[in-house]
């Protein structure tokens, strides 16, 4: 009798385990690869972050500054002329961020892989001059995905993160998408009341 009881009490404990563990699977805070986000703490381990230029992306809300992130979260971005930062990312906290997968990084250890190619792409950006046109913020993040061949690719650039970016992101928060479009739509509306006017005249 007390064999039975043991059994179906570790029967009832392995369900509970099992169940415990898809729920944790499937729980919000968890994301790709198993690597929580923390918003707050703005931690986005292995992914691409974005936040708005102010008066650039005002005029084009697809055009922001942009970075890439270690594996615990670390946000790295060309910043400026021979300067790469470390969790301070210039024009703010990001207000958008897309989570690549480390499955997609080649090799048996793709988080060393993925954090040794953000390490070299920002030590090589620390010796560049910042061009808003063709050396970028965004050029930066594309050099380490080229450096660690992520998804079997090396052709990464500025253009292909940009429209990437505006189709993956996620935003942070609700205030996170008004900080990016409300500016915007501010102008837009202006502008079309201004021609409204002019073609009342």
């Not at 961020?97 to 920002?122: C, F, I, T």
């Not at 965004?138 to 189709?167: E, I, P, Q, T």
Request: glycine share 6%; hydrophobic share 40%.
């Amino acid at each position: 009798m007390d064999s039975n009881k043991r059994t179906i009490s570790n029967n009832y404990s392995a369900l509970n385990d099992s169940s415990s563990s898809s729920l944790d699977n499937n729980s919000p805070a968890m994301t790709l690869g198993g690597e929580k986000i923390d918003r707050e703490k703005c931690r986005y381990p292995h992914s691409i972050v974005w936040t708005p230029i102010p008066l650039l992306t005002w005029l084009f809300p697809f055009i922001g500054h942009m970075g890439i992130c270690t594996t615990m979260g670390i946000i790295r971005d060309f910043a400026g002329p021979y300067f790469v930062s470390e969790d301070n990312m210039a024009f703010g906290n990001p207000t958008k961020y897309w989570q690549l997968e480390l499955s997609r990084v080649p090799g048996m250890n793709s988080k060393d892989l993925w954090d040794r190619s953000v390490h070299d792409a920002s030590e090589e950006y620390k010796g560049r001059m910042h061009n808003l046109c063709c050396d970028n913020c965004h050029s930066h993040v594309a050099y380490a995905l080229n450096a660690m061949r992520y998804d079997g690719s090396n052709s990464w650039n500025m253009v292909k993160l940009c429209f990437l970016m505006l189709y993956h992101g996620k935003y942070v928060s609700v205030s996170s998408f008004l900080k990016t479009w409300l500016p915007f739509l501010i102008l837009l509306i202006i502008v079309t009341v201004v021609v409204a006017v002019v073609k009342s005249v």
